[in-house]
């Protein structure tokens, strides 16, 4: 009996232990199973979502970079090469070039802000020094400094300019530049000069040699036109090695007209001003052995006394029409040695007949009242005489027609308007502007002219003219008798 229920029992725990076994496992296998589901999720791209720490945190931007042409350390760059500054991955801040002297080059950023070019020429043989400053997105700057060196010419080009600054001066005053070196390509040198009015007037310019170039109106300047003429040859390539060395302006004033008109038949010097006659005085002009030059004479410049010496002129001592003189009041008209000037010793011929060596013979007291009127620039015609002004004898501009004086310009034809349909131009018109627009930033020295002489026989020596636009006169000894 004990056998038999005793071993049900012991039958009945044993199976209730094994289901109890059985529900564990089925309770951790259900266990595994989540776990290995959540596994799957995470491989099959179901990632956890960052923290807040790395969502605020950004990339660094990289630096702006910056570019100069030319290249640092460059040398003999052409005066013209543009200068370029240029910026990737950022803005131009702020550029700078400038020379040994301190000066800077002009220029301007484009739209972007990121490309700068320079527009003004270059000076040859100078260190130029180039600062520049860019940003990136994040306003990080960086900057860089370049210098280069332009080339040395074979020779440098400069430029002395009449009327002097300030001046005063006649209406048939033309513009002169003088150049220190000979200018080859004259085209490129006369794109570069410029004159602005205040009262605008139609001219041109006209080469006379390869180191000289004059500017006139059509006709006379307008009384009272207040002109600034520009020489911006700084940089500029005059040819066979010559550069533009620097930059020239200068500014004068048109004063009132004086025109005189000489008459070599009826021995008469009628003077107008503003177009009225306020002076009719008789005067000797030069005798057939040496007439004076008829045309439109120039007044160059005025001298109270001059030692006239006619050895300088082909005239030598012992030679019965040899003189040295001491001469007052003194106006020169040619380079050759013609002057309007006092000579008491040939007032009895003055008004009757032509008795002196070239000169135009007045009484002292008429040749004192004319000195102290005239004004460079002012007009002296002459007319009547046996002989014509040599071109180039003094400033002649006025002797040559306007269609020829437009030949003279090296510019091609109808770079500019034609004055009227009748009469086309065939070189440049330039029509001045009441704005003086110039570039330069140098003020012209004081300068002189030369004068050129002449083979043929005049009645003084060829003293260099003076600059002096209001010379004082010295006391008046009265000079001896002229042979």
């Given amino acids: 009996m004990r056998v038999h229920s005793g071993g049900r029992i012991g039958s009945i725990r044993r199976h209730a232990r094994a289901r109890g076994v059985v529900s564990s496992l089925a309770m951790v296998c259900a266990a595994l199973l989540v776990l290995a589901g959540c596994q799957r999720a995470t491989s099959s791209g179901q990632s956890q979502k960052p923290s807040s720490s790395h969502s605020t945190s950004a990339a660094p931007v990289p630096a702006a970079q910056i570019s100069i042409v030319p290249a640092d350390a460059s040398t003999g760059v052409a005066p013209d090469q543009l200068v370029k500054v240029s910026a990737t991955g950022g803005t131009l801040t702020d550029v700078k070039v400038s020379g040994a002297d301190g000066d800077s080059v002009a220029g301007a950023t484009d739209a972007t802000s990121a490309t700068w070019v320079s527009s003004a ?9 180039v600062s520049a400053t860019a940003v990136n997105s994040q306003g990080k700057p960086t900057s860089v400094t370049a210098s280069f060196t332009t080339l040395t010419p074979t020779k440098a080009l400069a430029t002395k300019i009449a009327p002097l600054p300030d001046e005063v001066v006649g209406v048939g005053m033309p513009i002169v530049v003088y150049f220190t070196a000979p200018v080859t390509d004259r085209a490129a040198v006369e794109r570069r000069l410029h004159v602005d009015a205040s009262i605008p007037v ?4 006209h080469w006379y040699s ?3 170039v004059h500017y006139r109106p059509q006709q006379y300047w307008p009384v009272g036109d207040k002109v600034t003429v520009t020489a911006a040859i700084k940089g500029v390539n005059a040819g066979k090695g010559v550069w533009g060395a620097s930059d020239r302006a200068t500014t004068f004033t048109v004063g009132d007209s004086h025109i005189t008109l000489v008459d070599g038949k009826t021995h008469t010097m009628d003077v107008k001003i503003n177009g009225k006659t306020v002076k009719t005085a008789p005067v000797s002009l030069g005798r057939d052995k040496y007439p004076t030059t008829s045309g ?9 006394k001059v030692v006239m010496d006619s050895a300088t002129v082909g005239i030598p001592k012992g030679n019965p029409d040899y003189y040295y003189e001491t001469v ?3 106006v020169r008209i040619t380079w050759s040695g013609e002057f309007v000037h006092s000579a008491p010793w040939s007032v009895s011929d003055q008004g009757r007949v032509n008795v002196s060596h070239g000169c135009v013979n007045a009484a002292p007291d008429v040749a004192e009242w004319f000195y102290n009127l005239s004004q460079r620039g002012d007009v002296v015609k002459i007319i009547n005489t046996p002989r014509a002004l040599e071109s180039g004898n003094g400033w002649t501009d006025w002797n040559m027609s306007w269609a020829d004086w437009l030949k003279g310009s090296a510019l091609p034809p109808g ?3 034609a004055l009227d349909d009748s009469s086309p131009t065939t070189a440049p018109i330039i029509t001045s502007s009441p704005a003086a627009k110039s570039s330069a930033t140098t003020s012209p020295a004081a300068q002189t002219t030369t004068p050129k002489p ?3 026989p005049k009645p003084t020596a060829t003293p260099t003219p003076s600059t ?9 000894a009265t000079p001896t008798k002229s042979p």
């Fill in 468 to 476: 002096s636009r209001t010379p004082t006169p010295t006391a008046s």
């Fill in 328 to 330: 007052l009041w003194d």
């Fill in 415 to 417: 770079t500019y308007p």
């Fill in 454 to 456: 002449s083979a043929s």
């Fill in 121 to 129: 020429q270059l000076a040859p043989a100078t260190t130029y020094t």
């Fill in 296 to 304: 439109i004479h120039v007044v160059l410049s005025k001298t109270p």
């Fill in 210 to 212: 390869s180191t000289e």
């Fill in 202 to 205: 139609k001219g041109a310019w």
